[in-house]
């Protein structure tokens, strides 16, 4: 496909990490590729912005996010739900939801434990399926705390892969919903897999910096068999603090590629 192209393959990588993650800054691409400096990702988003595969956009005058087109998702086949517009606190959700995957990706390769995720915009997408706006809306709206915020798999060096479903709390909701969302999670950690559900899981993780929040999910847990299957931690502070050194797998030294790098 490339041949009658002028995208190059780390292009179609770029697109495919944003169309999966949602909105990501251009930081996070640097991040994820490893690249040797912050000015040669501008220059792939903006080509990518001009070919109309990405949208920019800046809310509140600060924090500048990218995210994929329509034509984006007809370019590469990946199955997940295209964001329209930008939110703060969609954005703020999306963002570090991203922090989290990359968090874990790099942690995992020094550790040398196999980690792999998929995002809600893909279970999203592969539990509502096709349709019209209005209709799929009404589907999403149905079943929006059946679906995970993202799904890490960890697989250890014996081969067991351990399926965590992940949340994101950046607001304590109503007990009520924090009682029927546990209701699910009992289901899901009885080791049953349930009707529309992609996976099975053996852990639930959630992750907030308000004590408030931290205090109605371990509160809520408590009634349920399965309560130590599930725990809430704070966002890791190298993410909060921008650390990234530190968890960075070793050889990302931020140095210039050798003279043959193309893409």
Same mark, same amino acid.
Request: aromatic fraction near 10%.
């Given at each position: 496909?490339?041949?009658?192209?002028?995208?190059?393959?780390?292009?179609?990588?770029?697109?495919?990490?944003?169309?999966?993650?949602?909105?990501?800054?251009?930081?996070?691409?640097?991040?994820?590729?490893?690249?040797?400096?912050?000015?040669?990702?501008?220059?792939?988003?903006?080509? #990518?912005?001009?070919?109309?595969? /990405?949208?920019? %956009?800046?809310? =509140?005058? !600060?924090? @500048? +996010?990218? $995210?994929?087109?329509?034509?984006?998702?007809?370019?590469?086949?990946?199955?997940?739900?295209?964001?329209?517009?930008?939110?703060?606190?969609?954005?703020?959700?999306?963002? #570090?939801?991203?922090?989290?995957? /990359?968090?874990? %990706?790099?942690? =995992?390769? !020094?550790? @040398? +434990?196999? $980690?792999?995720?998929?995002?809600?915009?893909?279970?999203?997408?592969?539990?509502?399926?096709?349709?019209?706006?209005?209709?799929?809306?009404?589907?999403?709206?149905?079943?929006?705390?059946?679906?995970?915020?993202?799904?890490?798999?960890?697989?250890?060096?014996?081969?067991? +892969?351990?399926?965590?479903?992940?949340?994101?709390?950046?607001?304590?909701?109503?007990?009520?919903?924090?009682?029927?969302?546990?209701?699910?999670?009992?289901?899901?950690?009885?080791?049953?897999?349930?009707?529309?559900?992609?996976?099975?899981?053996?852990?639930?993780?959630?992750?907030?910096?308000?004590?408030?929040?931290?205090?109605?999910?371990?509160?809520?847990?408590?009634?349920?068999?399965?309560?130590?299957?599930?725990?809430?931690?704070?966002?890791?502070?190298?993410?909060?603090?921008?650390?990234?050194?530190?968890?960075?797998?070793?050889?990302?030294?931020?140095?210039?590629?050798?003279?043959?790098?193309?893409?």
């Amino acid at each position: 496909m490339l041949k009658y192209t002028s995208l190059k393959e780390k292009d179609l990588d770029y697109i495919n990490f944003i169309l999966r993650n949602g909105m990501v800054t251009a930081k996070q691409i640097m991040l994820k590729f490893q690249e040797p400096n912050i000015h040669r990702v501008y220059r792939r988003l903006k080509k #990518l912005v001009d070919k109309k595969y /990405l949208k920019h %956009e800046k809310i =509140a005058h !600060k924090v @500048g +996010v990218y $995210f994929g087109t329509l034509d984006a998702r007809k370019l590469t086949n990946v199955s997940v739900t295209v964001p329209t517009k930008a939110t703060i606190y969609t954005i703020q959700h999306d963002l #570090l939801i991203t922090d989290l995957v /990359l968090f874990y %990706e790099f942690q =995992a390769a !020094k550790q @040398g +434990v196999e $980690f792999k995720y998929r995002t809600e915009r893909e279970i999203r997408h592969s539990m509502i399926g096709e349709g019209d706006n209005q209709s799929k809306l009404k589907a999403y709206n149905a079943k929006r705390d059946r679906i995970p915020d993202a799904v890490f798999f960890f697989k250890s060096a014996d081969g067991k +892969v351990t399926t965590t479903w992940v949340e994101l709390e950046l607001n304590k909701k109503e007990r009520k919903r924090y009682d029927e969302k546990f209701k699910l999670f009992e289901e899901l950690l009885s080791g049953e897999r349930i009707e529309e559900q992609p996976y099975s899981y053996d852990q639930v993780i959630y992750f907030a910096d308000d004590a408030k929040i931290h205090k109605v999910i371990n509160e809520a847990k408590q009634r349920l068999i399965n309560a130590n299957k599930i725990s809430v931690r704070k966002i890791p502070s190298v993410i909060v603090e921008e650390r990234w050194e530190e968890v960075m797998p070793s050889g990302s030294n931020g140095e210039e590629p050798g003279a043959n790098t193309t893409n």
